[in-house]
């Protein structure tokens, strides 16, 4: 199994790791920083550095079948530095920090919106140029009402933490879970539960800012009716205004 240290720190851009295994999925390492594709939010970019310095690229890291393994996916055209790792190497693992900090505003923003829109969650994306979540529901959502929400809720400076609980405890409330695309991973014997102080709780294994201030001017950019139960939020980040510094 892979060590996912991004689970207790998503602020570590990178740490030392060895090769545990090649081939034409991706590297699997036995530590990492890179999140991999999950719950919605995409999954990390950056590289691998070799002890000479020379520098692997990474475009994407996603989950194997088999619980707790994380691939590397290389960038294609670079069979020259594959060549040369084995399993045991060391390497450094690097992510992209600004793309990074990118999901953690975003996704943090979408618990924000959770607590906005009192429904359950239908379909989720986070990405560095947006994020969105589906909600089940049929009454319409305005825009400039969710935008000022998110506004105060961002100025407020809630603490963003997580924590750990049982499978059991998590069946026993059921009420935690808003998700009905993506459900909690099972099977390891304890959920991650992302809390942000006095707005929202509920399991997320993603990454976080550690307070809603950092999530900066977060806006609305699109509402819209997906289907009769369906309506979309589409978040973005606010332009800065020009000449402001």
Known sequence: MTEELFREDATLASCAARVTFIDPQGLRLDRTVFYPQGGGQAGDRGVLVLPDGAELEIIDTRKTALPGEIVHVPAPGQHHLLARLASGQAVEARIDTQRRQRHMRFHTAT???????PHAVDGCSITAAYARLDFHMVEPLDKQLLSAGLARLVAEAHPVRHRWISEAELDANPALVRSMSVRPPRGQGRVRLLEVDGVDLQPCGGTHVANTAEIGAVIVTKVEKKA????????GFAMPVAGAG
């Not at 618990?111 to 829109?117: F, T, Y």
């Not at 009769?228 to 978040?235: E, I, S």
Request: charged share 15%; aromatic share 0%.
């Open 111 to 117: 618990h924000l919106l959770c607590a906005l829109v």
């Open 228 to 235: 009769a139960m369906t309506r979309r939020v589409v978040l």
